[in-house]
């Protein structure tokens, strides 16, 4: 038996593996020499043209844009996501009235995981008409809402002040859910004996998340900052259903920017290629950074 299990192994993942690296791998290394030339992506033949791509870079006001948008994104979108993920997580499991049965969450609390979970059953192209719908300057519910209470009803997604705030929401309304759970399941593994300890000697329950929830939770939430910090610097397909990085360039991501760039007003697959690997540079330096940045001395329990 134990000679035959290595086998059995390469033969389940050596496929996967070799589709991974076709269709993935490669098109990323593909990038690197497609970012020198000119070339068009449709024509037979191209030019070497060094640097000079990466250089345009520097001057066009379009990709600045994008990039000022990331980086909001960047800022925002972990904060707000984990900060209601451990608020909305910890109601569930600690929130309900200390009893008999000691600490519990809120009554309910299995239906209220449902229901910011929804969200992550639905695929981002639904995610993104549903909220096209419901900012509808006219038919849209939030607008109606706003109307009934006799107040202005902004144009959401085609005003340039708006617009990027307002997927903003979105984006966070989308993710939430599933932190909510993720942070729910670890903290059902703290033992309720230390939550009992520390709401005797009369903690809060902000001092409760701050001081020992959060800290037991701590590589918990920094794989959560990593894939947010990732997810920030993406969001392509949510941004191009809903407003496609208008009005104005006002909610423009570099995803976008490049996949613009490529396939639709441009088609430079060269420039787009030299965004793509300043892209790939820039995601892998958050990821590095997101871990130094939150790496701290592990807290155990038992």
Do not use: C
């Amino acid at each position: 038996m134990k000679h035959g299990k290595y086998p059995l192994i390469i033969t389940f993942l050596l496929p996967p593996l070799l589709l991974y690296g076709m269709f993935v791998i490669w098109p990323y290394l593909q990038a690197f020499p497609i970012s020198t030339t000119n070339w068009l992506g449709y024509s037979r033949s191209y030019d070497f043209v060094g640097l000079a791509n990466f250089e345009t870079l520097l001057r066009d006001s379009a990709l600045w844009k994008a990039v000022r948008n990331n980086a909001i994104l960047l800022l925002l979108l972990p904060i707000l996501t984990i900060g209601l993920g451990l608020f909305f997580a910890s109601m569930l499991n600690m929130g309900g009235r200390r009893g008999a049965a000691g600490v519990v969450g809120v009554r309910g609390s299995a239906a209220y995981r449902l229901v910011y979970f929804f969200p992550q059953v639905l695929s981002v192209v639904i995610i993104a008409l549903l909220w096209k719908e419901v900012y509808h300057p006219n038919n849209g519910l939030l607008n109606g809402t706003l109307r009934g209470l006799g107040l202005p009803a902004p144009t959401w997604l085609g005003d340039p002040r708006t617009a990027f705030w307002a997927v903003l929401a979105v984006m966070v309304w989308s993710n939430v859910g599933f932190y909510v759970v993720l942070f729910g399941a670890a903290m059902a593994a703290i033992p309720r004996d230390i939550y009992e300890a520390v709401m005797l000697d009369g903690a809060s329950r902000w001092t409760t998340l701050t001081k020992v929830t959060i800290p037991l939770l701590w590589d918990t939430v920094q794989v959560a900052w990593i894939y947010l910090a990732i997810a920030a610097l993406d969001g392509f397909i949510l941004i191009q259903q809903m407003t496609d990085g208008g009005p104005n360039h006002s909610s423009d991501v570099i995803g976008l920017r490049m996949y613009n760039t490529a396939f639709v007003s441009e088609s430079k697959f060269g420039y787009a290629s030299a965004i793509g690997v300043v892209m790939f540079f820039l995601t892998l330096s958050v990821a590095v950074l997101a871990l130094r940045v939150t790496r701290r001395d592990r807290i155990e329990y038992s």
